[in-house]
């Protein structure tokens, strides 16, 4: 650069100076002010925190449609959420709310399976993130989006429910089947316990099924998982049927299987019966 040159830089900032004018970006600011609960809350039990999100920087939080905020259960009173801590659900708001100085307030259902231990926990919210810790924005302060709210106490639940699974035949000839091809499952799950079972939340999964490929009889995780579901809450005593989708991976080596499937195949839920969770139907040839 010539000293001409660095003579009309000079100018060009002492200008900017004196009127006032920034050479910083505009960004947003996204934080939570507010986060209230119930004092108690059971496990696999849903239950309802609000939130408050606000945009406190100088530009809208107009990147994507929405804003996501996580909710978390926390021993400590630490806004930062830590890998110790549970992440029990996220919700989004319209960023036509979050332009600068705006905020959105929103009820939040939440759901902390049966692997969160019991205690008691602080509510802790933090914006611009999910359960995964997806963070879309690119703020004027990233180290301000959490916040600790109400404490509550996670009880048992003593809800009794109790969920097995079964499989009919499966459509066209599944008898023979090449690996990259789908095969439709009849499944029904049923609940025979007296209380309803939990299904999935908006942002949170109660329990999962998934079906397998088996060389032998006995259905396990070990085995070749070839498709998964998010299962709806059932009254008790009822059964849902529907066909699985369900693929056969490709390079899978060829040879004799069964498919099978586990109803609650992570063990997040309390049931009253453990032992019945699995089941195994036909059996199909891979070639």
Same mark, same amino acid.
């Given at each position: %650069?010539?000293?001409?040159?660095?003579?009309?830089?000079?100018?060009?900032?002492?200008?900017?100076?004196?009127?006032?004018?920034?050479?910083?970006?505009?960004?947003?600011?996204?934080?939570?002010?507010?986060?209230?609960?119930?004092?108690?809350?059971?496990? !696999?039990?849903?239950?309802?925190?609000?939130?408050?999100?606000?945009?406190?920087?100088?530009?809208?939080?107009?990147?994507?449609?929405?804003?996501?905020?996580?909710?978390?259960?926390?021993?400590?009173?630490?806004?930062?959420?830590?890998?110790?801590?549970?992440?029990?659900?996220?919700?989004?708001?319209?960023?036509?709310?979050?332009?600068?100085?705006?905020?959105?307030?929103?009820?939040?259902?939440?759901?902390?399976?049966?692997?969160?231990?019991?205690?008691?926990? $602080?509510?802790?919210?933090?914006?611009?993130?999910?359960? #995964?810790?997806?963070?879309?924005?690119?703020?004027?302060?990233?180290?301000?989006?959490?916040?600790?709210?109400? #404490? %509550?106490?996670?009880?048992?639940?003593?809800?009794?429910?109790?969920?097995?699974?079964?499989? @009919?035949?499966?459509?066209?000839?599944?008898?023979?089947?090449?690996?990259?091809?789908?095969?439709?499952?009849?499944?029904?799950?049923?609940?025979?316990?007296?209380?309803?079972?939990?299904?999935?939340?908006?942002?949170?999964?109660?329990?999962?099924?998934?079906? $397998?490929?088996?060389?032998?009889?006995?259905?396990?995780?070990?085995?070749? #998982?070839?498709?998964? $579901?998010?299962?709806? !809450?059932?009254?008790?005593?009822?059964?849902?049927?529907?066909?699985?989708?369900?693929?056969?991976?490709? @390079?899978?080596?060829?040879?004799?299987?069964?498919?099978?499937?586990?109803?609650?195949?992570?063990?997040?839920?309390?049931?009253?019966?453990?032992?019945?969770?699995?089941?195994?139907?036909?059996?199909?040839?891979?070639?």
């Amino acid at each position: %650069m010539t000293t001409k040159q660095c003579v009309h830089v000079a100018l060009f900032l002492a200008i900017l100076l004196i009127t006032g004018v920034s050479t910083a970006t505009a960004e947003p600011d996204l934080v939570i002010t507010a986060v209230t609960g119930p004092t108690a809350a059971a496990t !696999s039990e849903s239950f309802v925190a609000t939130v408050t999100i606000a945009n406190q920087g100088t530009s809208d939080a107009d990147l994507f449609s929405y804003v996501n905020f996580a909710v978390y259960l926390s021993l400590d009173a630490d806004p930062t959420p830590g890998a110790g801590d549970a992440c029990v659900g996220y919700a989004s708001v319209d960023s036509a709310l979050l332009t600068a100085g705006g905020s959105a307030t929103e009820d939040v259902i939440l759901f902390a399976d049966a692997t969160v231990p019991l205690g008691n926990y $602080y509510l802790v919210a933090k914006a611009d993130s999910n359960c #995964q810790g997806y963070s879309g924005y690119s703020e004027s302060d990233e180290t301000n989006n959490g916040l600790v709210g109400d #404490q %509550m106490a996670l009880n048992a639940s003593t809800l009794q429910y109790d969920l097995t699974i079964d499989l @009919g035949g499966a459509e066209g000839d599944p008898h023979h089947v090449s690996p990259g091809t789908y095969l439709r499952l009849d499944t029904f799950l049923t609940n025979l316990g007296p209380d309803t079972a939990p299904g999935r939340t908006p942002s949170k999964s109660a329990y999962l099924v998934a079906w $397998y490929l088996s060389t032998d009889q006995v259905i396990d995780t070990s085995d070749v #998982q070839i498709g998964s $579901y998010s299962g709806n !809450s059932l009254e008790a005593g009822e059964t849902l049927r529907f066909w699985a989708d369900v693929l056969v991976p490709l @390079g899978l080596e060829g040879g004799k299987y069964y498919w099978g499937a586990i109803v609650d195949y992570t063990e997040i839920l309390n049931e009253t019966d453990e032992g019945n969770n699995a089941t195994t139907g036909d059996n199909i040839v891979i070639r």
